[in-house]
Structure formats: C-alpha cells, structure tokens
C-alpha cells in the first residue's frame, strides 16, 4: 500500500494548458515537499509546506497543503515545455520521507 | 546552501563483486542520511535510514545483508552492495538532513549501478 498515492502518473498537454498534480494520503504529516527530477539527477526541492490550508506559489506553479496535513496540491498555470518532468511529492513522516509514484510531465510545443 | 555530493555517478560492475557508493555533505553536518532505491520511471524507494554513529534502520524488504551502510561520520555515509546481481542495477540516491532539520532533505545527484 502506497502511503502517498500521486495522481495522475502520467500527464500529457499542449504548450499554454493548465494543469493540476495531487497527491493524497490517509496519514498526517508534519510537512509535505515537492521535487522535480531530470533524467540521471537527484530530485530538487521545489516547496515545503508545512501549515495546514498553507498556499505557496513559485511562478507559475501554485503548491497547496490541505487543511488536515494529509493531501497537497500542485497546479501549472499556463504550462511550456521547460516544464516537462518527472514531479515527486514527499511527506515527512516520523522523520523520514517518503515519496509518491511520481508525475510524469509532458509539455508538447 | 546546502550541498551533498554523491560518487560515483555511474559504475558498472561485474556480477559477485561488490561496489560502494559515497555520499557526504559537504558544507553542514548531516546527522541522518537516507539511502533511496529508483527503478526506470518509477518513483523513490527508502531503502535504509543512518545515523551517525549507530547501525542503519532498513525498511522491509530491504536486506540489510546485502546493503551494507555506514555513517562514520557526520559528513559521509556509504552504500556497499555486496555480492552484486543484474537485478541489483538501478538508481541509488542519497539524501541528507542536518541537525534540527536546519536545511532540511538534501539530496544527492545519484548514482547508476549496472551490473553485467
């Protein structure tokens, strides 16, 4: 049982589109983070969240923290194709951190 | 910031031998390091947790036996898969966070085991 199901795994859009990556549990966690990975990398931290119902926005993309801690939310505004990518949340758990399946992200010109 | 380096980036090994992957932080004390498993699209798996000076905490399904971690130091810990299989390649990635969580999860570039 994954403890952090991300939704969708795959996403493929045109150049300009919104879109919007979730990633959901049924446990608390004490902040909630959001990675990107390229290809042969280690994942680079985008956002913590920490507060419940917490807002966050870096650009175009806007991060949210559900008000109960257990789900977050990543919405792009106006995707380009920079944007393409592998899109990991993680939760910290007990001191650890534990990943979600992933988005991968595709941003067709 | 916060930086950790991770080496080697890529190896390639025969089967049965052994190879050992470094990890340090090299610019603030890393009191846990985290040892992540990544196969081809799929997502980050914890493999182990160490602190430094005590014996890593694996997860299940993770044979401690054959994942051989060492955190001698606050700033270097290593990965050492013995006895590799072809169905040990991956992407092994660490990560490292530093006393009262100052720089939080910072993560190394990783490195690509093949082993043939």
């Known amino acids: 049982t994954q403890l952090l199901e991300q939704s969708p795994q795959f996403l493929s859009i045109q150049e300009g589109e919104n879109l919007t990556v979730y990633c959901n549990s049924s446990s608390v966690f004490s902040s909630l983070q959001w990675y990107r990975q390229e290809p042969g990398e280690g994942p680079v931290l985008l956002v913590t969240?920490?507060?419940?119902?917490e807002v966050k926005k870096l650009k175009r993309l806007t991060f949210q923290f559900g008000d109960a801690r257990k789900d977050s939310s990543l919405h792009i505004t106006a995707a380009q194709p920079g944007d393409t990518g592998l899109y990991l949340c993680a939760g910290d758990r007990a001191q650890k951190l534990v990943f979600g399946q992933g988005t991968r992200l595709t941003i067709n010109p | 910031g916060a930086v950790v380096s991770q080496h080697p980036s890529w190896v390639i090994c025969k089967s049965g031998t052994s190879v050992k992957i470094e990890c340090r932080s090299l610019?603030?004390?890393?009191?846990?390091m985290f040892w992540y498993r990544q196969f081809p699209k799929q997502s980050l798996m914890l493999m182990a947790t160490s602190n430094e000076g005590s014996k890593a905490t694996y997860e299940q399904g993770v044979e401690k036996d054959k994942f051989l971690i060492n955190h001698a130091s606050l700033t270097l810990s290593t990965l050492t898969v013995t006895s590799a299989h072809p169905e040990d390649s991956s992407f092994y990635i660490c990560s490292a966070s530093s006393i009262q969580g100052l720089y939080g999860y910072t993560f190394g570039s990783g490195t690509r085991l093949t082993v043939v």
């Open positions: 610019d603030f004390q890393a009191t846990t």
């Open positions: 969240v920490v507060t419940g119902g």
